[in-house]
């Protein structure tokens, strides 16, 4: 049998993949429920995720696991509007036009990032095609001084500055160029006139991992048990020991000492953070990570018409997500719902230490200073989410620092990473990333894969 630790998207998809492999395997998951971070709330209709979600057109492996699953004519692709909100003012950014009426960038500025986005480097005055191919040439390069050179100034600092902030904080200087890079990479093509089509699973997210915990099959699930320790003999893993969770709080501390028991196993796959990696095995993983808060916030009426709204000025927020200006708000009984999201880069900071009032007023009384036109007597409800490790910071040298699939050389035989730190994590972690590394492992549990090097 082989154990899996982690009932998340990554978890699961590596049971899938292994038992098609003909392999017997058993699910272990910490929390009650399954799912991990693409957990999801109840509304007055579909269930939607309790951390904002979408998919981009070049995330083929869920998509073909969507389709798999037959689920695949419930995954549309409408288009999100984005903005910048600057001095009180939404500024559209989807349509070329729109783009070039944004009056906080020049018209120079506006044409480096259109080659950026194009990966044509002018520099030198004879333009290069296809310049950034190798994201590997950019992996120790800050991202600031990449878009100083490339770009120009008011590029870095009227556009891409503020969504540093909001993305890394403090961490913003640390990013490498690569991650940017591999970001506009991995963004799917874009309709020209309308703006980018991204994914969704009619119904929400949850229904995918629905359809796979049917697929692997609940008898191979066991949630609420912990897995606390792996015993290897002879440098092969022979055992995993479980300790039944007393209470629905997952804590990344220690088991608060349940019932344990000893699983024999042929190989196990940690498919959860590096830190339960290293509880488990003593592998140190180097990866950081960013924490994240983020409310869903039901409402009587909309804030504006964007998807996407990013904060061109110092806000205790980092986005605003108006989901229901992308999934229309009949899905959920008419409400209105809107993400409001911040990441964190240093547990000390104010807002990690708030409680869920705190945040609450603290956000709804910005929120409202930014659109005085807004009723606030129109939430009805307001739901905090909030992770720890929400995100891997993508600094230089990130890839050095990844955690391989197979553990063989560096733990023992038979142990395997699916988790957040692994490569197919990279530049973006996603639902997506999450499968692939799930398969990764099964495929070289399964012989069908050669031990390579994480690079
Ligand atoms: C704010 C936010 C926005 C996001 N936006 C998007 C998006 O737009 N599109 C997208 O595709 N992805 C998005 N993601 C990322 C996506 O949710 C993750 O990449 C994916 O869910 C990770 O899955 P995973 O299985 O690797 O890890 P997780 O979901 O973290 O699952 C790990 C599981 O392991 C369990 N566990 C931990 N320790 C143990 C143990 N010792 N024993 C047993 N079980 C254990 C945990 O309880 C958890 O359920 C977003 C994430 C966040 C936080």
Not at 178 to 197: N, Q
Not at 222 to 230: F, K, P, Q, S
């Amino acid at each position: 049998m082989i154990g899996i630790v982690g009932g998340g998207i990554a978890g699961l998809a590596a049971a899938h993949r292994l038992q098609q492999h003909d392999y017997d395997v058993q699910v272990f998951e910490a929390s009650d429920d399954l799912g991990g971070l693409a957990a999801t709330y109840e509304t007055n209709g579909d269930r939607i995720e309790k951390f904002y979600h979408h998919l981009s057109a070049s995330e083929q492996t869920i998509i073909d696991l969507i389709e798999e699953l037959g689920l695949g004519d419930d995954l549309e692709w409408p288009i999100g509007k984005n903005a910048y909100y600057v001095d009180g003012v939404v500024h559209p950014l989807d349509k070329p036009w729109e783009i070039l009426a944004y009056p906080h960038m020049s018209v120079y500025d506006k044409f480096r990032l259109t080659l950026l986005t194009q990966e044509i480097d002018i520099r030198g005055g004879i333009p290069k095609f296809d310049s950034y191919e190798r994201l590997e040439d950019f992996e120790d390069v800050p991202i600031k001084q990449f878009l100083l050179d490339h770009t120009s100034r008011g590029v870095y600092e009227n556009f891409f500055e503020p969504l540093l902030d909001a993305k890394f904080g403090s961490r913003k200087e640390d990013v490498s160029a690569a991650w940017l890079l591999g970001r506009i990479k991995f963004r799917g093509e874009r309709d020209l006139l309308r703006g980018e089509p991204l994914g969704y699973l009619r119904g929400g997210f949850g229904r995918l991992i629905d359809a796979l915990v049917e697929e692997v099959g609940e008898e191979n699930i066991t949630t609420g048990v912990r897995v606390t320790d792996l015993d290897t003999e002879d440098g092969e893993v022979r055992s995993l020991t479980t300790e039944a969770m007393r209470s629905t709080e997952v804590t990344t501390t220690a088991a608060d000492g349940g019932t344990t028991e000893t699983h024999d196993v042929n190989g196990v796959v940690v498919a959860a953070m590096p830190n339960v990696l290293e509880d488990l095995t003593g592998y140190e993983c180097e990866v950081d990570f960013q924490g994240a808060v983020c409310a869903l916030v039901t409402m009587e009426e909309s804030i504006t018409d964007t998807y996407w709204l990013n904060i061109g000025h110092d806000a205790p927020f980092g986005a605003l997500i108006e989901h229901t200006n992308y999934i229309p708000p009949e899905r959920y009984g008419g409400d209105h719902l809107l993400y409001v999201a911040s990441y964190i880069q240093d547990y000390a900071e104010e807002l990690w230490q708030m409680n869920d009032d705190e945040i609450e007023e603290l956000w709804l009384d910005h929120i409202e200073e930014m659109f005085p036109q807004w009723n606030r007597d129109s939430v009805k409800e307001f739901r905090l989410a909030r992770n720890p490790r929400a995100a891997p910071v993508y600094e230089r040298g990130y890839l050095d620092m990844v955690v391989p699939f197979d553990l063989g050389d560096d733990i023992a035989d038979g142990i395997y990473y699916a988790g957040m730190a692994s490569k197919a994590q990279y530049p973006e972690r996603s639902l997506n990333g999450g499968i692939v590394a799930g398969y990764e492992c099964a495929d070289r549990i399964a012989g069908k894969k050669e031990v390579v090097s994480p690079r």
